[in-house]
Every structure is written in structure tokens, then in C-alpha cells.
């Protein structure tokens, strides 16, 4: 499946709870010997009364992440289609705790992930204070960054233009940066009007990804923290456009497309 290009292997693990290793999901994700994906979206069984499945989510490189939006999306449209669920509000219990999600009359699906936490030691960064943005000195330059959590680490930088923003210099140096111990998800960010960014992300444990729903999430709660967009904002990445609502309070939602790509059965 996949999310604006944002593309996952879901496994349904609600009954077979064959174990996946972080060196069988990184074959899995390979894109040459293997199927080929950002992550690994393992459905599994409910923990709490309310919730219609679990889910966890495996890195390319075999890491365990702890939130994904696009992933928590798409998760959602699959258990639509196997469950047979209608237009209504649904919740799953994710890596750090509930996800609540829609399916509107026209099927389009809105997750709402963590309330955004600016606080360094929440993402975790090695700051001395709480500024924004914070300093961060890295590939013999002096970079300008918002950091904050939303389920998983990201740190955010403005720039002028995305195409020509330096993401395969500086996003594997900043996701590595000593100051973030956890490692970091990336974004690159420019703001078009107040209601439009364009945004390109690398993730940690991935690389460049075509759309990143947490980091297109973050990307929002950094620039409407400081004044820079609105409270309903799309965000085009280079898979396609998500939209991100956030008034400044509560849970950040995230919408946007979903897709089947295909279906088989894996021999390991």
C-alpha cells in the first residue's frame, strides 16, 4: 500500500504471529531482492476493549518506529476494506497508545496522532534551553531547527526552495547528530503562503521518502508555532499533497490518500 507515495508492506498478524526479525524485515524492504518499502505496517490484535486492531511498524533498516501517520492511514483502509467499515470514527491501538481515526461519506480517512510536544527532552534533543529555533552545528555549518515529537523525533528546517535544499547532505548527518540520541526524522521546509508548504523528508532509519505523514505534521506544529501558516494546511511532498489541521491545541490530524498496490503471499 501507500500513503502519497509513502509505501508499506502490511502484514496481517492478527492470527499468525510468525516472528519478524529486524534482519527478515529489512530483506522484506529491500527494494531489490525483497518487496520493497519505506516500513513495515504489522497489523495485530487489539490490546484495549475499544480498539478494532493493534499495529507496530518496522523500518527499512529494521528499526522499530513508534508512530507513522501515512502508515496509521493506510492501516485504516485496510481494516475498512477486511472488516467491511463504514463512514465513522474508529480508534487502533498504536506504538505509544490510542490512534483515533475517520472514514468520511467519500472514504477518505484522518488520523489524529499525539498532541505536539516541543519539549527537547521529549524527543529526545541534547538542548541548554528551549528556544526555537535551536542551534545545531553539523557538516561545518550552523543550522536554525525546530524540534519536536509527535509519537517519533523530528527536527525541522526552513528553507528557501525544497528542490534545491541539501537532503542527501545534510539528512542523514542531522538524523545521526550526536544531539539526538534516538536518531531524528528530518524535514525540509518551505512555506509557500499560509494555508501551502512544500516539504521534503528524510526518515530515520529509511532515507528520503515521496510523503511523510508525522513529518508533514510536524513540519505544521513547528511553523504554526512560530506564526508562519494557518490551522488547516496542505502540505505538498514530492508523492502528493496531505493536509494537516492544528489549531495549536490538542491532537494534530492528518489526511490525505490511500492506495492498494498489491497482494500475495510471502515464502520465508
Do not use: K
Amino acid at each position: 500500500m501507500h500513503g502519497a507515495g509513502n509505501d508499506f508492506v502490511v502484514v496481517d498478524r492478527r492470527t499468525d504471529q510468525t516472528r519478524l526479525d529486524p534482519a527478515l524485515a529489512g530483506r522484506i524492504a529491500d527494494r531489490h531482492s525483497g518487496v520493497g518499502c519505506d516500513q513495515l505496517m504489522l497489523i495485530e490484535p487489539a490490546r484495549t476493549p475499544d480498539a478494532i486492531a493493534g499495529y507496530r511498524i518496522l523500518n527499512a533498516d529494521g528499526s522499530e518506529a513508534r508512530q507513522c501517520g501515512n502508515g496509521a492511514r493506510c492501516i485504516v483502509a485496510w481494516l475498512a476494506r477486511d472488516l467491511g467499515l463504514r463512514a465513522g470514527a474508529y480508534r487502533l491501538d498504536g506504538p505509544n497508545g490510542s490512534v483515533d481515526a475517520t472514514i468520511d461519506a467519500a472514504g477518505r480517512i484522518t488520523v489524529a496522532l499525539e498532541v505536539p510536544d516541543f519539549d527537547p527532552i521529549r524527543v529526545p534533543f541534547l538542548a541548554m534551553g528551549a528556544d526555537d529555533p535551536q542551534r545545531l552545528d553539523v557538516a561545518g555549518r550552523t543550522l536554525g531547527i525546530g524540534v519536536v515529537a509527535i509519537g517519533n523525533p523530528h527536527a525541522v528546517l526552513l528553507v528557501d526552495d525544497v528542490d534545491r535544499a541539501p537532503v542527501g547532505e545534510l539528512g542523514s548527518a542531522i538524523e545521526r547528530h550526536p544531539a539526538f540520541p534516538d536518531r531524528v526524522n528530518v524535514g525540509f521546509a518551505q512555506v509557500l503562503d499560509r494555508n501551502r508548504i512544500r516539504l521534503r523528508v528524510h526518515e530515520r532509519g529509511v532515507g528520503e521518502t515521496l510523503a511523510c505523514g508525522s513529518g508533514a505534521c510536524a513540519a505544521v506544529a513547528v511553523l504554526h508555532r512560530r506564526g508562519q501558516v494557518g490551522d488547516s494546511v496542505a502540505v505538498e511532498l514530492p508523492g502528493g499533497t496531505l493536509r494537516v489541521d492544528w489549531s495549536g491545541a490538542g491532537a494534530i490530524r492528518l489526511t490525505g490518500p490511500t492506495a492498494f498496490v498489491f497482494e500475495g503471499t510471502l515464502l520465508i
